[in-house]
């Protein structure tokens, strides 16, 4: 059988208006989820810089929680917090939490 060339594979994944990144619910395929220890967070706001979904929610200058619909659970935030105030959980461990 012949392989396709890139000219008959079907179109997916297509952006065809801007701003609509909140129309797309990067959480459902996430694999491990971010969580915060409040004891530790100093509220840095580093985290909420570097998320690439802006899913760490801020109100007054503080976390107040992560958007668990779009965070597709990259762990950049957790990498870049300079406390270690954010675990990764397996989302299969999250329904225990
Ligand atoms: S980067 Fe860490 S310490 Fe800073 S606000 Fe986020 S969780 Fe808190
Ligand atoms: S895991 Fe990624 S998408 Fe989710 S809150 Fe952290 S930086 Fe944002």
Same mark, same amino acid.
């Given at each position: 059988?012949?392989? $396709?060339? +890139?000219?008959? %594979?079907?179109?997916?994944?297509?952006?065809?208006?801007?701003?609509?990144?909140? &129309?797309?619910? =990067?959480?459902? +395929?996430?694999?491990?989820?971010?969580?915060?220890?409040?004891? &530790?967070?100093?509220?840095?706001? =580093?985290? +909420?810089?570097?998320?690439?979904?802006?899913?760490?929610?801020? $109100?007054?200058?503080?976390?107040?929680? %992560?958007?668990?619909?779009?965070? $597709?659970?990259?762990?950049?935030?957790? $990498?870049?917090?300079?406390?270690?105030?954010?675990?990764?959980?397996?989302?299969?461990?999250?329904?225990? &939490?």
């Amino acid at each position: 059988m012949k392989e $396709k060339g +890139w000219k008959e %594979i079907p179109e997916g994944g297509l952006i065809l208006e801007g701003g609509n990144a909140s &129309k797309y619910n =990067t959480g459902s +395929w996430r694999a491990f989820c971010p969580v915060r220890d409040e004891e &530790k967070c100093v509220n840095c706001l =580093t985290c +909420w810089v570097y998320c690439p979904d802006s899913a760490i929610i801020v $109100k007054d200058n503080k976390i107040v929680g %992560i958007d668990l619909e779009h965070c $597709k659970g990259c762990g950049i935030c957790a $990498k870049q917090c300079p406390k270690q105030a954010i675990k990764m959980v397996p989302e299969g461990e999250m329904k225990d &939490k």
